[in-house]
């Protein structure tokens, strides 16, 4: 009788084993839990993102879809043959011709109604004078610039590509979406940028506005949509299972930058390639997030040092003329970030090849 109750005796040994048991499975399952959640997060961003590949064609920026016939494109009368294609100097194939935007500005002096004849084959505006070209000393320039109405005006070289992104579908979905950012040598960083009046909307809601860790790729909250700041900045989450700017620490390898060295910003009406010339790693708070610079020299130095303290080492010459973008990503550590930066080297005017068919069928009629 005696050994039966001591048997059945409680000792404290056995409750703290207990105790510490169920503590550990509770740990567990919360464990699982948040697992399970973040999966079903991870998913849940990366199947809103997929739906988005019906409105989007970028992973191949040197093919463009060809038409036999020639056609005629919308409130112009530019004849573009659209089987007619070249590529450039940024291996970019390119429909028609190059032509310089001063010759585009001549054509058009040519068909403005308020022109004088000074000759048999030539018109000048009446309120401008005519210079000689060749005086013109060389010098940088930039590849756009804004004018007084906020329209973006190409200078230099001006060449057409294909239509890629269908930002009327995309904008239908959320009117923040202002671009679309591709890096030919990841091109699983292939996402739309947003853009809203603060910074930290969209590092916990996707393009959907969806409530999700995964956040979206967007574009300062400062900054003008139109990419024409001297220095853009985009952020992405550096996500474990490699989506966003997951992937963008590949170009802590030399391999990397060596496959391609350009990335695209697609807008509605313009697409802009753009040349990586740093990758390093800054400050989470430094002058490498400053968009505007006081003077050429200030922004000379700026560039001068990003490209000294790249990890990796390019050839790209960069100048105070030049437009840039920094893809920005954290780190494991919070006070550090990784940043690739690259310069704009040509913006593309696009023709949509739907309205160049649509505006033949009518005229046919």
């Given at each position: 009788?005696?050994?039966?109750?001591?048997?059945?005796?409680?000792?404290?040994?056995?409750?703290?084993?207990?105790?510490?048991?169920?503590?550990?499975?509770?740990?567990?399952?919360?464990?699982?839990?948040?697992?399970?959640?973040?999966?079903?997060?991870?998913?849940?961003?990366?199947?809103?993102?997929?739906?988005?590949?019906?409105?989007?064609?970028?992973?191949?920026?040197?093919?463009?879809?060809?038409?036999?016939?020639?056609?005629?494109?919308?409130?112009?009368?530019?004849?573009?043959?659209?089987?007619?294609?070249?590529?450039?100097?940024?291996?970019?194939?390119?429909?028609?011709?190059?032509?310089?935007?001063?010759?585009?500005?001549?054509?058009?002096?040519?068909?403005?109604?308020?022109?004088?004849?000074?000759?048999?084959?030539?018109?000048?505006?009446?309120t401008e004078q005519t210079t000689d070209p060749t005086t013109e000393t060389e010098k940088e320039t930039a590849v756009i610039t804004?004018?007084?109405?906020?329209?973006?005006?190409?200078?230099?070289?001006?060449?057409?590509?294909?239509?890629?992104?269908?930002?009327?579908?995309?904008?239908?979905?959320?009117?923040?979406?202002?671009?679309?950012?591709?890096?030919?040598?990841?091109?699983?960083?292939?996402?739309?940028?947003?853009?809203?009046?603060?910074?930290?909307?969209?590092?916990?809601?996707?393009?959907?506005?969806?409530?999700?860790?995964?956040?979206?790729?967007?574009?300062?909250?400062?900054?003008?949509?139109?990419?024409?700041?001297?220095?853009?900045?985009?952020?992405?989450?550096?996500?474990?299972?490699?989506?966003?700017?997951?992937?963008?620490?590949?170009?802590?390898?030399?391999?990397?930058?060596?496959?391609?060295?350009?990335?695209?910003?697609?807008?509605?009406?313009?697409?802009?390639?753009?040349?990586?010339?740093?990758?390093?790693?800054?400050?989470?708070?430094?002058?490498?997030?400053?968009?505007?610079?006081?003077?050429?020299?200030?922004?000379?130095?700026?560039?001068?040092?990003?490209?000294?303290?790249?990890?990796?080492?390019?050839?790209?010459?960069?100048?105070?003329?030049?437009?840039?973008?920094?893809?920005?990503?954290?780190?494991?550590?919070?006070?550090?970030?990784?940043?690739?930066?690259?310069?704009?080297?040509?913006?593309?005017?696009?023709?949509?090849?739907?309205?160049?068919?649509?505006?033949?069928?009518?005229?046919?009629?």
């Open positions: 009788m005696a050994k039966n109750k001591k048997k059945g005796k409680v000792t404290v040994g056995s409750v703290i084993r207990s105790v510490v048991l169920v503590a550990a499975l509770c740990v567990f399952c919360y464990s699982g839990y948040q697992l399970i959640t973040i999966y079903l997060e991870y998913k849940q961003g990366t199947d809103e993102y997929k739906d988005l590949e019906q409105y989007v064609d970028v992973a191949n920026n040197t093919s463009v879809a060809a038409d036999t016939e020639k056609q005629t494109v919308k409130d112009t009368e530019e004849e573009i043959d659209m089987d007619e294609t070249s590529t450039d100097e940024f291996g970019t194939v390119i429909i028609g011709d190059i032509i310089d935007s001063d010759e585009e500005e001549a054509q058009a002096v040519m068909h403005d109604p308020e022109t004088t004849q000074i000759g048999e084959n030539t018109t000048q505006p009446m804004e004018d007084e109405n906020g329209n973006v005006k190409i200078l230099g070289k001006i060449a057409k590509v294909k239509k890629r992104v269908d930002f009327e579908e995309l904008q239908k979905i959320n009117p923040e979406i202002i671009g679309w950012l591709y890096v030919e040598a990841i091109d699983s960083i292939n996402y739309p940028i947003t853009q809203t009046e603060d910074n930290a909307y969209y590092l916990s809601h996707t393009f959907k506005k969806t409530d999700n860790i995964a956040g979206s790729i967007f574009l300062d909250c400062d900054t003008k949509p139109n990419f024409t700041e001297t220095n853009s900045v985009i952020y992405g989450h550096n996500m474990k299972n490699g989506s966003m700017f997951g992937k963008l620490n590949l170009f802590y390898k030399e391999e990397t930058y060596e496959e391609s060295k350009y990335f695209w910003i697609y807008t509605p009406d313009l697409y802009y390639k753009y040349e990586i010339f740093s990758c390093v790693e800054v400050g989470a708070i430094s002058k490498t997030y400053q968009r505007q610079f006081e003077s050429d020299r200030d922004f000379e130095d700026y560039l001068e040092t990003m490209k000294e303290n790249s990890i990796i080492k390019t050839d790209t010459k960069v100048t105070a003329s030049d437009k840039i973008v920094t893809l920005s990503t954290c780190t494991a550590s919070s006070d550090v970030r990784f940043v690739v930066q690259g310069k704009l080297v040509r913006a593309y005017q696009v023709v949509d090849p739907d309205k160049v068919k649509t505006t033949s069928t009518e005229t046919e009629k």
